[in-house]
């Protein structure tokens, strides 16, 4: 095993640590997590950005779900369209713009 020295802004720690702690580990095993996946992946394993769209109210957030969870939501959507509950395009792009600003 080797040992690794990083520098982290306290507050940053704090959080992580916390983090780590209500998923049950510790900020060592999060760290031999994070580089068995830049080795498994061969780079970085989340995307990087230099900008990210705030989170909305009701907006889903499909990183943080589960496989069933997004054929859940995906099945709720096809159960609408089948059931007629449809909106035309139009109202979805102005409802979109209005809500995004997209």
Do not use: C
Request: hydrophobic fraction near 40%; charged fraction near 30%.
């Amino acid at each position: 095993m080797a040992n690794v020295n990083i520098r982290v802004d306290d507050a940053i720690k704090k959080q992580a640590e916390a983090i780590f702690s209500e998923l049950g580990m510790s900020m060592s095993t999060a760290t031999n997590i994070f580089y068995r996946q830049v080795a498994r992946t061969g780079g970085i394993p989340f995307e990087l950005k230099l900008q990210s769209l705030p989170k909305k109210e009701g907006a889903l957030d499909f990183s943080r779900m589960t496989q069933e969870q997004i054929d859940a939501e995906l099945q709720k959507g096809w159960d609408d369209f089948e059931a007629g509950r449809v909106i035309p395009a139009e109202e979805v792009h102005s409802e979109m713009k209005r809500r995004y600003g997209l």
